[in-house]
């Protein structure tokens, strides 16, 4: 059994595996995101490109169960509810891996399979659509819901939880947006996300989460002012009596 700082650096190098198997599978697939008419890299790089997905659904359950036994402290439900939607959200992700596959190779061969390009084009068309559903439209959800518990308790920094609670719900829209064809990628809108799950990676590991029995940021910093103050006062009050 990890200890709870132990848990906390595993759940803080998980995420940050999630953003690189992300960013080197669209790399390594050679097409742009949204765009299934672009071509697509060569057997091999798609075939790695999916392999890093894989993983990368792995780690995005992993944070969940991670992140399980330390925030059940606080909420058992919203503990639950995180794991359940990175999991939806895992899921999604391998939907699009598999659908993807058949493109590029079949099983036990290094031939190319012979599809029509009309089926080419529909398969890699469903990938795109679990890019959306997935990161695009349940992240949003558990970030909120995660930037939320994190918020009540005091168990990071107020910064972190806010950069969940704008980044979550603007990262929705963008989506909302392309799924109704009322825009195309604007790369920007995922910065205060990004920023969100790399502040809070880098706090887990750094920090971890506060137990039940340790104050919060807020309070040991508002605890570290008044004793400075006390200690201002005294010195002053000592400074006129002599």
């Known amino acids: 059994m990890f200890s709870s700082r132990t848990t906390a650096r595993i759940a803080g190098a ?18 742009a995101a949204y765009d299934s008419q672009a071509p697509l890299a060569g057997r091999s790089s798609v075939l790695t490109g999916a392999l890093l997905e894989i993983v990368l659904a792995v780690a995005v359950v992993g944070t969940g169960i ?6 059940r402290r606080y909420s058992s439900g919203v503990a639950a509810g995180y794991l359940a939607l990175r999991t ?5 992700i391998l939907t699009g891996v598999v ?7 079949q099983p036990a061969v290094t031939a190319a399979p012979a599809l029509a390009p009309d089926a080419i084009l529909s398969l890699r068309l469903i990938h795109d659509w679990t ?13 909120v819901l995660l930037a939320w518990l994190l918020w009540r308790n005091g168990l990071v920094p ?9 980044g979550g719900p603007v990262v929705g829209a963008m989506n909302l947006a392309l799924m109704f064809g ?10 205060p996300a990004f920023a969100w799950e790399v502040s809070l990676a880098a706090y887990l590991i750094i920090r971890g989460i506060r137990q039940p029995s340790e104050p919060s940021p807020v309070m040991q910093l508002a605890s570290e002012t008044a004793t400075s103050a006390t200690a201002v006062v005294e010195t002053t009050t000592a400074s006129q009596r002599g």
């Open 66 to 71: 991670a992140l399980l036994p330390l925030l």
């Open 99 to 105: 659908v993807l596959l058949p493109v590029v190779a």
């Open 131 to 143: 890019f959306l559903v997935g990161p695009g439209l349940i992240v949003p959800f558990h970030t």
């Open 14 to 31: 998980l995420y940050f595996v999630t953003h690189v198997t992300s960013v080197a599978a669209l790399l390594l697939y050679g097409a």
């Open 158 to 166: 107020r910064f972190i939880p806010i950069l969940g609670f704008v």
């Open 88 to 92: 939806l959200e895992a899921s999604v």
């Open 182 to 191: 009322v825009s195309r990628p604007i790369a920007i809108t995922a910065v």
